[in-house]
């Protein structure tokens, strides 16, 4: 069983409507992280929690709203999303946050978004 | 931000080959390290290699860092078609804080 776990693996959904990735890690670490990738770009942070606060937010747009209720749970609340935001948001977790977010990331195997 | 960049975007050998991707960014570093990602799977960290060392190995994985020419590269010698995925480096720039992938390098393996 991978360390980090991500449901559901595949979501289809429609602009209007709203739904939630969850993520959730068995390493007892104490960072965890979204990315999105997208097809030919680089992964590209979304949001980083440490101790179950939000200490990066790189300037995603607000229908993307991350929550962090303790540390080993991230979920991801989608709305209104657009076609471009498609992709795959992988979560990922580190032992800290300490030195910034700088050591080894360990990832689940993500969640396959498609927007209609 | 600074970003690694992998060499070849793609790379196509046979198995017994050896294979070998660089990456090349822009700024100081902390440590560089090594991703490999299967077809729409997650990532999976192969190794980290910090700004003093020089050459690091784990397995069939040898990784050397030169950071007079900002650059990396990762050998995986006697590939097998196992080895099959997309390899991307990240690097942990000292100022920035924070790991920025590059757009991987796509291997295939053919048996």
């Known amino acids: 069983e991978t360390g980090v776990t991500q449901t559901p693996r595949h979501l289809v959904m429609g602009m209007t409507n709203k739904k939630s990735l969850k993520c959730e890690q068995h390493?007892?670490?104490?960072?965890m992280y979204w990315y999105k990738q997208s097809a030919k770009k680089p992964l590209e942070l979304m949001f980083v929690?440490?101790?179950?606060?939000?200490?990066e937010n790189n300037s995603v747009p607000s229908r993307f709203s991350p929550e962090c209720p303790n540390s080993s749970h991230l979920f991801l609340h989608l709305h209104t999303l657009q076609p471009e935001d498609s992709a795959l948001y992988l979560c990922?977790?580190?032992?800290?946050?300490?030195?910034?977010?700088?050591?080894?990331?360990?990832f689940g195997e993500g969640s396959r978004l498609t927007v209609l | 931000s600074q970003q690694g960049e992998e060499d070849p975007q793609a790379l196509s050998i046979q198995e017994g080959e050896n294979a070998t991707m660089n990456c090349s960014y822009k700024t100081s570093i902390n440590n560089l390290q090594w991703y490999r990602q299967n077809s729409g799977r997650g990532l999976v960290h192969l190794i980290l290699i910090r700004s003093n060392e020089r050459e690091k190995h784990s397995g069939r994985l040898r990784v050397t860092l030169d950071t007079s020419k900002k650059s990396s590269s990762l050998l995986i010698t006697a590939s097998r078609a196992a080895d099959t995925a997309s390899y991307f480096c990240?690097?942990?720039?000292?100022?920035?804080?924070?790991?920025?992938f590059g757009t991987g390098t796509r291997l295939l393996v053919s048996p």
């Open positions: 929690y440490s101790l179950e606060e939000r200490v």
């Open positions: 990240a690097t942990a720039d000292t100022g920035f804080q924070k790991l920025v």
């Open positions: 990922a977790s580190s032992q800290s946050w300490t030195g910034g977010g700088t050591g080894e990331l360990f």
């Open positions: 390493l007892g670490h104490n960072a």
